[in-house]
């Protein structure tokens, strides 16, 4: 039998069209909205098309949405004493820069000048502290974990003492997700494994999991053998594999795949999630979930 898809196009539209009503109640509650900057410096392509996306996304919200476009060739100091500045914009609760960023900037000190308490990336080690506590702790899950574990619990997959494990240790995804998903908390309580490049017979771990998140980078890294019958298969893999032109437009778009052979291992698995239209706009909504969030910590309801 074919697994259960999860698309995170179609959750992630729920959960925007839950945050616009909250938006709408609160404002005319208080008269005030959810303030986002995006910060984006240089003309990198993707970075142009993300943040566009992200902005777009505020909008439609109603929330308050300024795009901070900067040089290329901005100095660290200026960068800082701009992030400064929106620190004490009381008409903002979350500050994002997109990363990358050029080479004569350094991106931890960019992290750490963001206000923990407006830092809806959740990147500063101030919430990866928080994060690490658990509970009330929590202010800002880093994005695409946050979206992974709402894909999970939506999806209505068991996940105590079920277990997880999470292909890849990066900061933003592997760590996170795996911290998460440890909990003692609802839509967590799971046994979780991390594997990684180092790691000694993956297929091994991989088969072991009910719940399997895949977060490489490397395209079919994990062969449909390697997936457990019934299984939950996140994949977040989001990598380029070639070129298409759009019937619709004429344009050149690319071809994404994930870490996983999609359409071999959904006749394995007992759900997964697609690339692209999986946890990729899962992300976005998650961003403006956070945003709300310190929104509503500067308010009382
Ligand atoms: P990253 O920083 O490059 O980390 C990749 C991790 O995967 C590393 O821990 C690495 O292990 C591990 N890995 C790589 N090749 C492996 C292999 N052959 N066997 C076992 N482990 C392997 O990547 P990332 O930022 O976490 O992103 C991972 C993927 O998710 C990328 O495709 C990225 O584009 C995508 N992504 C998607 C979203 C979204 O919104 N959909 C968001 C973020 C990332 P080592 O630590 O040992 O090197």
Redesign the pocket.
Known sequence: MSAAIISGKEISATILDEIEMEVKRLKELHGKVPGLVTILVGEHPASKSYVALKIKTAHRLGYHEVQDNQPEDISEAELLALIQSYNEDDRIHGILVQLPLPKHIDENKVIMAIDPDKDVDGFHPVNAGRLLIGGDAVRFPP??PA?IQEMIARAGVPTSGAEVVV????N???KPIAVMMAQKAPHANATVTI?????QD?AAHCLRADILVV????PN?VKPEWIKPGACVID????RVGERVSEKTGRTLPILRG?VDFDKAKEIAGWITPVPG???P??ICMLMRNTLNGFKGTIKD
């Open positions: 994005c695409t979206g292909v890849g240790r990066s933003i995804v592997g594997v990684h490049t180092r790691t993956m977060a490489a980078g490397v890294l977040v893999g989001v990598n870490d999986g946890v990729g899962m992300t």
